[in-house]
DNA sequence: CCCTGCAACTGAACGATGCAAAGATTCGTC
DNA sequence: GACGAATCTTTGCATCGTTCAGTTGCAGGG
């Protein structure tokens, strides 16, 4: 296979040595091979090849593979808060849209687990560097805790316990459901809903 | 500094071609960096520099990186376990232990957070490839279960959610402070005691 | 219209890593 | 003392992240 002809996904008029578009097709082509090969072999090289171009060619765009990284999992972070701030819109009561906020939270864990992982695993863990993925990071949380922050009679504080217990209820099966150090269904109601329901139960009292 | 009186670490008698030790070594090493450099900085060569042989002599004692790690992780759910149940002694009732196993859960986790990643982390997913790992790694959550499951008037199915919503919540925090989404203090109590008490007082009714 | 400057991309290279294969050395055992 | 097995060394390979000196193409000023 000759270089030219194979390598380069011959766009539409003519020969580019400029791809135009490598950014985001490098971001659209990390999220594909993380879901169909696993993080683990996600690498800058494969990126580039299943792109079309050099392998250096990213380092235009992205200072780092870490930056690359950051970007899908911001991108991810969004698409998460999405997702939750949809399913609970429409819930009358408090306890409503908690469920329904947190369940979404581990539909979405588990039904990208991959990108779960980049998003809340070591390789980010210095965050701190990039303060947007810190504040896309921030939104998920931000739902539940407006949420519990909204109710009359609570003070401060005890929301923020509830706010941290539920985060840490919420985040914690999630990482044990892709971890498989669990199963859902070992419960009786043989589904998250079932658990987030009764799990948000413990906290009925001050939810009302 | 020369190779030979540089690299060795000169076991007392005299030159040995052979470690002699070097399973043990090796693991003690990688315990070692694990705190020093952090698990990204865990390379096999590095042990082996640390360790004073040939970076391919590790593959006499373990078949993978993998198996390495796997030993090490397990090594770390046996500390772990043991930590638990140390501080779980003396108590009197039911929630008493529980609020024990929390604490002593979490502050191992935030006390060896590297080692803590590498337990849970993804490089080990495949966990079932290592028997006993999986075996020494569930004794901590039979520690909290255990518990739940020895009282009286309280049936299976209730006891397993309750042992699945704790080893979430407990789980849960422990990643959130150790990836630093979160800190301890922000809650009244201002320490992990204070806010596992809080917690565990969710189940106050069942606990008795 | 050309020229110049700049951003995007190439090609080659460096060091580090996990791992395999083959040889050297020591240990245990008959 | 010899021999086989276990342990360790040497060498080498493929891959990876990253850097760097060039090459290519575009846009704006003369």
Redesign the pocket.
């Known amino acids: 296979m000759q270089?030219s002809a194979e390598r380069r996904p011959s766009f539409g008029k003519k020969?580019?040595?400029?791809?135009?578009a490598?950014k985001p097709a490098l971001l659209a082509a990390a999220e594909e091979i993380l879901v169909t090969q696993g993080l683990e072999?996600l690498?800058?090289?494969?990126l580039?090849r299943a792109t079309g171009?050099?392998?250096?060619?990213p380092?235009?765009?992205f200072a780092?593979?870490?930056e690359l990284l950051a970007a899908v999992a911001e991108a991810g972070f969004q698409r998460l808060a999405l997702q939750m701030a949809d399913e609970a819109t429409g819930q009358p009561d408090a306890r409503g849209r908690i469920e329904k906020l947190i369940a979404a939270y581990i539909r979405f864990a588990v039904a990208n687990d991959q990108l779960f992982c980049l998003m809340f695993g070591r390789e980010l863990a210095e965050m701190k560097n990039y303060p947007t993925l810190a504040m896309t990071a921030g939104k998920s949380y931000a739902l539940i805790s407006a949420v519990l922050a909204r109710r009359a009679g609570v003070d401060a504080e005890e929301t923020r316990f509830q706010t941290l217990a539920i985060w840490s209820l919420c985040h914690g099966l999630a990482q044990l459901i892709m971890d498989e150090r669990v199963e859902v269904g070992q419960f009786g109601a043989h589904d998250i809903d079932g658990f987030v329901r009764r799990a948000v139960g413990l906290f009925a009292a001050q939810l009302g």
Do not use: E, I, P
Not at 43 to 46: F, K, T
Not at 53 to 57: G, I, L, M, S, Y
């Open positions: 270089d020969f580019k040595y400029h791809h135009g490598l072999n690498s800058l090289r494969a580039a171009v050099t392998q250096a060619a380092y235009s765009h780092d593979k870490d």
